[in-house]
């Protein structure tokens, strides 16, 4: 197959991140399309077949993109870009909008999407009252809830942002840890709170926990209770038994909006059939204003290990699945 050489202009910001440390951004590039990428200055020179750098092309224009909305471009940004073209082979897909959503800058640069089913998440949040976020760790749903939710309340749509989650955790509870309410629930919203600090800062993050516009706490806190003017996240809601998402959900009041995200896959439940996330996809699914947006392994943002091990623990599943649908029937 003929191999022949094309130029891609790139600004100075868009080069720099297409490059990389060190080239190892090229490199990945090079390494999954079989191409030679060099960077004479005022872009990039791509040698290669021409299905091979159409691919390699629609990844440089996906980080040049990203780079445009000032986001620090990470190796995995690099990996999810590759994914999304080796997947999407006809030119002019692939790529992710990156000013769809409008979200804040974070301390480590811009919050864009960095994958089409990310985008497509942060679209059903600005549309929709309720969604659900569901798949498995690393996929971003968690970060670009509470992003989303962090956005909302600094621009005023909001008047507070309401973080929950079930008390399961390794067959513990909350009644065994030490301190008050706040220091027992904090450990289990780890990944909340380090998306909040991200983007809003801690001494804003504190400053607005302290004046309760933001609120962590339990399910078992939020019976009872009308959530109006506020944005809820629903956290590691697979945990969650069928009484407590029905009791959940029917917390929006005016003015609300909800999120629920959980990872079907991890359910730590003694009875995992009880799980309410598994349930509440289920029944709602075709309820007006509600939106369910189901991530993959191809998803996964973090380390590409992760995205491995995520692949391997769904062949083991699948190949499990014809016995135990036969003993789930929501399964």
Sequence with gaps: MARESEFLALDDAALRAVVGPNSRHVALIEDAFKVLVEAPGGGVTINGSTRDRAQAKRVIRTLAERADTGATITEADVRTALGAAATQPREGQGTVAPNAIALPVGRRGAIAPKTAAQANYLDMLSRCELTFG??????????????????????????????????????EKLGFLPGDLNEKVDPYLAPIWEALNDILGPDDVRRRRDKGEIEAAPIAFMRGRTLAHAFIIVDEAQ?????????????????????????????????????????????????????????????????????????AYDADAAAQRPSADLEDPDA
């Design 134 to 171: 569901v798949g498995p760790a690393g996929t971003g749903k968690t970060f670009l809830a509470a992003a989303y939710g962090a956005s909302l309340l600094r621009r005023g749509q909001v008047d507070r942002l309401v973080i929950t989650r079930p008390a399961v955790e390794a067959g």
């Design 239 to 311: 945990n969650t038994s069928r009484l407590q998402m029905k009791m959940v959900l029917t917390r929006l009041g005016e003015g609300a909006r909800m999120v629920v995200t959980g990872d079907p896959s991890q359910i730590d439940l003694l009875n995992p059939r009880d799980s309410g996330l598994r349930h509440a996809l289920r029944i709602l699914k075709d309820v007006k204003g509600v939106a369910i947006q189901t991530f993959q392994a191809q998803d996964v943002v973090r380390h590409a290990m992760v995205e491995r091990i995520v692949r």
